[in-house]
């Protein structure tokens, strides 16, 4: 078991839906927190407000993680602000929708970049660093999506799978370093992206989940902590939260 008190993490993409969820998680059990956020200045200033009111060790960076020199400079901040860094949850994410015969160039490329080139850019930033950590873990938060795929999302779906396949390959790289790389798949999460599916077509998805419910972001949180506190022996490894709609 890994002591996370002090620990400094990054979460990209931590001020909103999943990522508010872990970075709450993770501050809830002493770990020093870098908040990253693009464009949600106002809701990662009210969070940092707020867990540091109860005690809590955070601070935010607005960086662009698909750009690798603003990635250069989360990590960069990081460092400075905490001296150190331990774990690195890459979870920033967006959507464009779109069946491929639709499907534009400028929406293909932006997903790709978001979601998959963004773990390129902060980890490649971040692995000095995490491998002078006496425990490492970079915690990849890809999707159910990226297992089986999903209508309209083809773009979406090969960011997510690249996530899976860059996990199990830098974890082969890393285990003799200490350092562990994990993937987290969640399902259908009650999250602002899941609320914007119409009713309708949301009640369907429910219907084919066995536990007949979406996922709450919490869930998702605590299966980050688990792999960062009890994960010494856990490695490239994909960790799915979906109520056993993929097995």
């Not at 927190?33 to 106002?42: A, D, E, P, R």
């Not at 890393?174 to 009713?199: H, Q, W, Y």
């Not at 996922?215 to 009890?230: H, Q, S, W, Y």
């Amino acid at each position: 078991m890994a002591e996370l008190n002090n620990k400094v993490a990054i979460v990209t993409g931590g001020a909103k839906g999943i990522g508010q969820a872990i970075t709450k998680e993770l501050a809830k059990n002493g770990v020093k927190v870098v908040i990253n956020y693009n464009s949600s200045k106002g809701t990662a200033e009210k969070l940092t407000t707020d867990l540091k009111a109860e005690g809590r060790e955070v601070y935010a960076v607005q960086a662009d993680v698909s750009k690798i020199e603003d990635s250069q400079k989360l990590v960069e901040e990081a460092v400075q602000q905490f001296g150190r860094i331990d774990i690195v949850v890459n979870n920033a994410g967006i959507t464009r929708d779109s069946t491929f015969k639709k499907l534009n160039e400028e929406d293909w490329r932006k997903v790709i970049d978001v979601n998959l080139n963004s773990v390129y850019n902060t980890i490649s930033a971040a692995l000095p660093h995490l491998l002078e950590s006496d425990a490492g873990r970079i915690i990849n938060i890809s999707s159910i999506i990226g297992q089986a795929g999903g209508f309209g999302q083809t773009n979406y779906a090969a960011a997510k799978a690249g996530m899976i396949g860059y996990t199990k390959s830098l974890a082969l790289e890393l285990a003799k370093s200490n350092v562990t790389v994990n993937a987290i798949c969640p399902g259908f999460i009650d999250t602002e992206m899941v609320r914007e599916i119409p009713e309708n077509v949301r009640e369907k998805i429910i219907a084919k989940i066995p536990a007949r419910r979406l996922g709450n972001p919490d869930e998702i949180a605590r299966g980050v902590v688990f792999l960062c506190k009890d994960g010494e022996y856990i490695t490239g490894q994909q960790l799915n939260i979906n109520g056993g709609l993929y097995m």
